[in-house]
């Protein structure tokens, strides 16, 4: 297989030259990767498989291996079982809707849904209306049944935790995070209160050699990582430093991560037990499974992988739970207390404002504010969940989008910014308006 240059060192750290290795490595430029791949390219077929076409920690999430890693997450690195529900959530297979010529647009292009799919390198589309299963697809050998990785979908379920934590009384939003982990005083999120955590409007900012997603990923073991790197996710946090503009929306890895590091200490068990008894147990069908650290630490904030029924399944508990009337159930409170709006004037200046005009963000979910309480989790390298409440839909689209961009390692950094308009959350927003449109009653 070709191979791309090596890039230039541009002055870089040793660190940072490792880690972007990683992720950063080949692009566009590197015609043998452009594209991402499927079992059908080779990749770990055979016995044993052919060296070029192993997957391994430096080429994991390079297509045209990212594809095979997103759908394998369990042999890529260590995980934690999350278990599923002894009654799951039920849905039903209703007659199917004709969705694959539905139009729209993709920047001036016009797009189908089958080629937006095709193209998006998805692997899972799933659209439930009331519960019923009306459109269903699975490409490039994906299966049903088959875990999925979410990446930072992860954060919403962390979100909701922590939401019923504090519906119990169990953390107070206002408080400082350091006053659950005394670890955590004098470093950005210890700093902050619970809410700004949740909000992602921590004053922080990482060492240019080690960004929150690699350096993260380093800590987890999802990538090499040298001597200089945080070699777990307490270290990770320990790394970050305070930085000016406090209130400001900046998307990163780390404020998560040290909410769930609270919620362990609050109650003695770890996350995945966590999400199993309070979350897993009221909808899944399947287990699911957690990325862990080398201490066992669970990547709260990127690291679950389940199937895409399950995924749906996820989102039609939280669109049911909008549905209902309120109730002393925390569960109930965390999902109502998620959703009040949030603040698009802080989110409009954040770094993932492009593209989602009118947004806001609470308890790590995207809120669309169109009027009718649409709500979003999204995730690196593709991974969507949309809820309706309004027009009782759910869509998840579970892909394996190459994407290498470097993130920001500030408030003051560049904003995220998709590289293809194919991508971006625009043309997802025009499918989602555009699927909507065919189910109107």
């Not at 390219?41 to 045209?64: C, D, I």
């Not at 990923?217 to 001597?227: C, E, M, Y």
């Not at 998307?251 to 919620?263: D, F, T």
């Not at 965390?334 to 409009?348: H, L, N």
């Amino acid at each position: 297989m070709p191979k791309c240059p090596a890039r230039p060192a541009s002055g870089k750290s040793t660190a940072n030259l490792v880690l972007g290795a990683a992720l950063l490595l080949c692009s566009a430029t590197c015609p043998a990767l452009a594209a991402n791949g499927s079992a059908a390219n080779g990749v770990m077929q055979g016995f044993p498989p052919t060296p070029e076409l192993r997957v391994n920690k430096l080429n994991a999430f390079q297509p045209p291996f990212l594809r095979w890693s997103i759908r394998h997450a369990r042999e890529v690195s260590a995980t934690r079982n999350i278990g599923r529900a002894a009654h799951p959530l039920s849905l039903l297979d209703a007659a199917m809707r004709d969705l694959d010529q539905v139009t729209f647009k993709a920047g001036e292009e016009d797009l189908t849904l089958a080629r937006y799919l095709q193209d998006t390198s998805t692997d899972g589309l799933i659209v439930l209306q009331r519960g019923n299963v009306i459109f269903e697809r699975y490409l490039e050998g994906f299966e049903p049944g088959q875990p999925h990785i979410w990446a930072s979908m992860t954060k919403s379920v962390t979100g909701l935790l922590a939401a019923q934590f504090i519906a119990e009384g169990k953390l107070d939003p206002q408080a400082k995070l350091a006053s659950y982990v005394p670890e955590l005083s004098g470093t950005p999120f210890g700093e902050a209160t619970v809410q700004a955590n949740l909000d992602m409007q921590v004053a922080v900012a990482y060492p240019e050699a080690v960004p929150p997603d690699l350096g993260l990923f380093a800590a987890t073991g999802l990538i090499p990582r040298n001597a200089t790197m945080p070699g777990d996710i307490y270290a990770f946090l320990k790394i970050a430093q305070m930085a000016p503009g406090e209130g400001r929306f900046f998307y990163q890895n780390g404020s998560p991560e040290a909410l769930a590091w609270a919620m362990r200490r609050i109650s003695g068990l770890n996350w995945a037990q966590l999400v199993q008894q309070r979350i897993w147990s009221r909808f899944a069908q399947e287990d699911a499974y957690v990325q862990i650290d080398e201490l066992g630490t669970e990547m709260a904030s990127g690291g679950i992988s389940s199937n895409l029924r399950d995924t749906a399944r996820f989102a039609e508990l939280v669109r049911r739970e909008l549905a209902q009337k309120p109730s002393s159930d925390s569960f109930n409170q965390a999902v109502r207390s998620t959703f009040q709006p949030g603040d698009p004037t802080i989110f409009a200046q954040g770094n993932l404002a492009p593209g989602r005009p009118g947004y806001a963000y609470r308890n790590y979910w995207f809120q669309r504010n169109d009027g009718e309480g649409s709500v979003e989790a999204s995730g690196r390298f593709g991974q969507k969940i949309y809820i309706n409440p309004k027009r009782e839909v759910v869509i998840v689209k579970l892909s394996s989008t190459a994407d290498q961009a470097r993130r920001a390692t500030s408030a003051d950094g560049e904003a995220k910014v998709a590289a293809r308009m194919i991508d971006s959350p625009v043309t997802f927003n025009n499918m989602v308006n555009a699927v909507l449109a065919q189910l109107r009653d």
